[in-house]
């Protein structure tokens, strides 16, 4: 086992690595605000929801949430519908082009990732498989994990 204070400063390289290659990530996608591909992101994978637990999911607040679904909802991109078992609330669901829309950034993204791999001269698909499975382990053992 890794000593307490390496094991510190590899946690913190890989967060630090992670967001920078989010980043990076973010300059593939033309005409797509991040915000909404994270919520296309948590509609695909959680269902439909309301703005609050979207909000939540997203560690953002409920104002901030709602003005994310409003541009989504503009472009055609999420459905906001009224909650069948409340009916003060809503949930927002994922529309066909927004699936769409979502999928055009995964592949995207996955074109980049493909290239910079294929192109680093010491990179194979196997670290790319390790470090994967690494973040995947991280993130299942946290509250970004399955809910």
Not at 40 to 54: A, I, M, T
Not at 80 to 103: T, Y
Request: glycine fraction near 6%; aromatic fraction near 2%.
């Amino acid at each position: 086992m890794a000593e307490p204070e390496a094991l510190l400063a590899a946690s913190s390289d890989l967060a630090t690595y992670a967001a920078r290659f989010v980043r990076a990530s973010r300059q593939h996608i033309h005409h797509t605000p991040p915000a909404g591909i994270r919520v296309l992101s948590l509609l695909d994978e959680h269902g439909p929801s309301g703005v609050s637990r979207l909000a939540a999911l997203d560690r953002c607040s409920q104002p901030t949430m709602s003005g994310a679904v409003a541009g989504l909802v503009e472009r055609g991109w999420v459905t906001k519908e009224a909650d069948p078992h409340d009916a003060r609330a809503s949930l927002v669901a994922l529309a066909d082009p927004g699936r769409e829309a979502l999928a055009v950034v995964r592949r995207r993204n996955a074109e980049a990732v493909s290239a910079a791999i294929s192109d680093h001269p010491t990179l194979t698909s196997e670290d790319l498989d390790t470090a994967v499975a690494v973040l995947a382990a991280v993130l299942e053992a946290t509250q970004e994990g399955p809910q």
